[in-house]
Structure formats: C-alpha cells, structure tokens
Nanobody
Framework: QLQLVESGGGLVQPGGSLRLSCTAS????????IGWFRQAPGKEREGVSC????????SYADSVKGRFTISRDYAKNTVYLQMNILKPEDTAIYYC????????????????WGQGTQVTVSS
C-alpha cells in the first residue's frame, strides 16, 4: 500500500526552526513531485511549497518565501521542508502529497497524501 509519512513537527518558539520530513512506504518518491500543505484550525488548506520530480523546479507560497526551503534526497527517499524564522501564524498541521510525473511546480492535483504532522509556534 502506498503511504506517505510526515515527521519533524513539534512545538517551537517564534523565530525558531524546524525541519519536516516526508518519506514514502511502499514506493519510491523518485517519480513524483512533492508538495507541502498546511491547515490551521478554522482555515482552508493552503499550499506551502512544491518540488518537481527532478528537483529543478520549486515553488513557495508568498507567506513563506525566504523562510522555508524545500529539498529532496533521492538516496533517502525523503523530501524535506526546512522552516526558519517561524511565526505563530505558521501554526498548523502540515501535510505532504505526491503527484506522479515530470513537470514544473506548482501542481494542480496530487495522488497521495500523508496523515500530517503538527507544528505549533508559540512562546
């Protein structure tokens, strides 16, 4: 069964950093673009970042540009979201998603979704 698993969430103070990881169970991420999304209580899900299958194309939401960096490690079958200078408004459940095939980011739809990891930014 194809499954995405997020990890790395937690509680951090404003201005701090976290690195989220997205790994796959049952398949390789090599042939997929990966997106990170987040959903805060009472708000709609928001696209945060995307990295293409080749890694050559990335995209970011305006709210995280300059603070978040997406990357992928093919050997570890993992996509990372490095989050720096975190703000209270970054508090949300963060999800990763996979969309098969080449092409640039952002992507219109995704085939597989993880269960999410909680990120809380608070003093």
């Amino acid at each position: 069964q194809l499954q995405l698993v997020e990890s790395g969430g937690g509680l951090v103070q404003p201005g701090g950093s976290l690195r989220l990881s997205c790994t796959a169970s049952g398949f390789t991420l090599d042939y997929y673009a990966i997106g990170w999304f987040r959903q805060a209580p009472g708000k709609e899900r928001e696209g945060v970042s995307c990295i293409s299958m080749s890694g050559g194309s990335t995209s970011y939401a305006d709210s995280v540009k300059g603070r978040f960096t997406i990357s992928r490690d093919y050997a570890k079958n993992t996509v990372y979201l490095q989050m720096n200078i975190l703000k209270p408004e970054d508090t949300a459940i963060y999800y990763c998603a996979a969309d098969r095939g080449p092409g640039r980011c952002p992507r219109a739809q995704y085939d597989y979704w993880g269960q999410g990891t909680q990120v809380t930014v608070s003093s």
